[in-house]
């Protein structure tokens, strides 16, 4: 059970390059989702998905496209990269909680982009 | 709108000595609070988690943060810091998405440092 894992662990791209971020569980987890952390800032929300084949914008999502064709990945897609774009992402996955409960969320170990 | 404070941006505590990281919070419901741990270069680590009935909830590592919603306050306490403890500690409110799921709403963290 290997839980959260992303791929790849760090890149460095040029501006204007495209790139995909895979975030894959094992967990079988419902709920997926997208952060980005930069220094300062804690971590913020870009996208999530509620189930395959479902996605949905969070709180810093301009610049970013996202797939979740299979229930157990979730592609993070930089069409077009920026400076403003360098950061360390996160992919956290989550199970629907039964009963009186709130969902945990769990984090893989990030990947380190740098956009030059 | 949602939003977590964590006053401290750095403490440094000498090894054996009790620890308090604070945490207050900003949040119309009744809040969902958690703690993480992010090791240098590493993921999150879920510390502990609040969610309803006793205010006062243990996590891993010997942590313990107490709920008091008169001060909006969720504090991460340990009574004997070890050196293995230096780390940047989040806590976050969690937030219902329009979708499903959970937002995690983080604060900008503390780093601990622990001095021998």
């Known amino acids: 059970n290997a839980g959260v894992t992303q791929t790849p662990k760090f890149r460095v791209l040029k501006t204007g390059q495209s790139m995909t971020l895979l975030c894959a569980q094992d967990?079988?987890?419902?709920?997926m989702y997208w952060y980005r952390q930069d220094p300062g800032m804690g971590l913020r929300l870009i996208h999530y998905?509620?189930?395959?084949?479902?996605?949905a914008k969070g709180e810093v999502p301009d610049g970013y496209n996202v797939s979740r064709l299979k229930k157990q990945n979730f592609l993070l897609g930089l069409e077009s990269a920026a400076p403003s774009q360098t950061s360390v992402y996160f992919c956290?996955?989550?199970?629907?909680?039964?009963?009186?409960?709130?969902?945990?969320?769990?984090f893989g170990p990030g990947t380190r982009l740098l956009v030059l | 709108a949602q939003s977590v404070t964590q006053p401290d941006i750095h403490i440094t505590v000498s090894e054996g000595a009790s620890l308090e990281l604070r945490c207050n919070y900003s949040?119309?419901?009744?809040?969902?609070l958690f703690w993480y741990v992010q090791s240098p270069g590493q993921g999150l680590q879920l510390l502990l988690k609040?969610?309803?009935?006793?205010?006062l909830v243990q996590g891993i590592k010997g942590f313990e943060a107490e709920f008091k919603r008169s001060q909006s306050s969720f504090n991460l306490r340990k009574p004997s810091v070890h050196w293995s403890d230096a780390a940047e500690y989040f806590c976050?409110?969690?937030?219902?998405?329009?979708?499903?799921?959970?937002?995690?709403?983080f604060g900008k963290g503390t780093t601990l440092s622990v001095s021998s």
């Open positions: 967990m079988n987890h419902e709920y």
């Open positions: 998905s509620v189930g395959e084949g479902t996605t």
């Open positions: 976050a409110v969690g937030a219902s998405l329009a979708e499903a799921g959970t937002a995690l709403i």
């Open positions: 609040y969610f309803s009935g006793d205010t």
């Open positions: 949040y119309g419901a009744t809040p969902y």
């Open positions: 956290a996955s989550s199970y629907i909680p039964r009963g009186p409960a709130w969902e945990t969320q769990y």
